[in-house]
């Protein structure tokens, strides 16, 4: 008798994960059912719970990942030092400008937050804490050093140009042109960018 083939755990988490990803993508949270996704994956759906303990528990490691929500490096072109050493005004525009170009080239994240618009379940809110936690822990990396009391106005310059910039990259998924420029093309991008550039250098110096 044949000895059977040993299962590659890491190789089969990475195919759910990926699964999962893909299902989302393609046909929301409704869709997301432990069978569902491991037929996607090409393997029984007993390992998501051998190996995540739940539907859950694959959400979250799906949404913990380095390949899902933007990182620091990410927002950071790869050189936090580099960022942290701009002035703050400088330091949040390429922060936003970066943000922007990642979520532009994650279209499962962007699938992702139009689905958390139209269902709220466990495991939009497990993907909505995952972001949120992600998020701040960035801007306390890139801007802890920025005083509350200092009139920069940080936190909230970010929280506009981040919901800003989600927007319009959620926008261009599906709708090429908004107020007269082109979310599709490198020009609408750039005249986007350069305003975010000079927004920014309001904030108090």
Not at 173 to 199: Q, V
Request: overall charge negative.
């Amino acid at each position: 008798m044949s000895e059977r083939p040993r299962r590659n755990r890491a190789e089969t988490e990475q195919r759910l994960k990926s699964a999962l990803g893909t299902v989302l993508a393609e046909e929301g949270f409704a869709a997301l059912t432990p069978s569902r996704i491991a037929a996607a994956a090409g393997v029984d759906k007993m390992l998501i719970y051998r190996y995540f303990g739940d539907l859950e528990g694959l959400t979250e490691a799906v949404a913990k990942g380095p390949d899902f929500f933007p990182t620091l490096e990410e927002v950071c072109a790869g050189d936090v030092a580099a960022i942290l050493a701009l002035p703050v005004p400088d330091r949040a525009a390429t922060v936003a400008i970066n943000f922007a170009r990642c979520l532009l080239e994650r279209p499962v994240v962007l699938e992702l937050m139009v689905w958390e618009l139209v269902e709220r379940n466990q495991l939009t809110a497990i993907m909505e804490t995952s972001r949120e936690e992600t998020g701040l822990r960035i801007a306390r990396d890139l801007f802890g050093d920025v005083a509350d009391d200092s009139g920069h106005r940080v936190n909230a310059m970010s929280a506009i140009l981040g919901a800003a910039v989600t927007y319009l990259a959620l926008r261009q998924r599906k709708i090429r042109w908004f107020n007269g420029i082109d979310l599709k093309s490198e020009a609408g991008w750039a005249e986007i960018e350069a305003t975010i550039r000079a927004m920014t250098a309001n904030l108090a110096a």
